[in-house]
């Protein structure tokens, strides 16, 4: 895996954005077990040290992931039957989509750039489910851009610690689900008393309701 990070590095920094629309397509479409996120990185700090325009390799690498969760949806939806052929008798993607189908929208969002390693089955999800394909797409169109976002800025402000970030990228979506969780714990914590009023205004109020 080393070995062909260094040659995708190489490959962006020598042909440009181009190639990092390129890789995030096949990326997303599971084509290519590369770490597009590192790449992303990579052009971020790429585009800080002058030899990359950052909107140009953004453009391309939002454009790339676009298509190739569009194709993946398209492969979902015209492709069913080879779907649930391949997927369907397994209880782990049964359950999956179980909770998929309850929370569509949110799965699709946070698969972008969260929980990326589940991008492509979610896609195939979401084209064999009801969701139509403007909501998935919309979905979609934002989730990438936190992703390119997130990481290409991760890279293009802190293009000095390079070998630092180069080092840790592969924990770093687990760092931002971890700080997502902190997140919401504090904000539980904070708000905890209105929530519990709230909480219990609810359970009194549905026995009264009841009795009408």
Known sequence: MTEMMDLLQLSLMVYGAPVLGLIVLAGALGFLPAPTSLLVIAAGVF?????????????LGLAGAVLGDSLGFALGRWGGKWVSNRYGNSKVWIKAQSTFDRGSGVAVFVTR???TALAVPVNLMAGSSKLRFRSFLLYVI????MWIILYGGLGYFFSSQWKVINSLSGDFGGLVL?????GFGIYLWRYRKYILLNYQFQFAW???????
């Open 142 to 145: 934002a989730g990438e851009a």
């Open 113 to 115: 750039f969260l929980l």
């Open 206 to 212: 549905i026995p009264i309701k009841r009795l009408k």
């Open 178 to 182: 971890i700080l997502t969780a902190v």
């Open 47 to 59: 585009s800080r040290q002058g030899s990359m325009d950052w909107y140009y390799a953004a453009a």
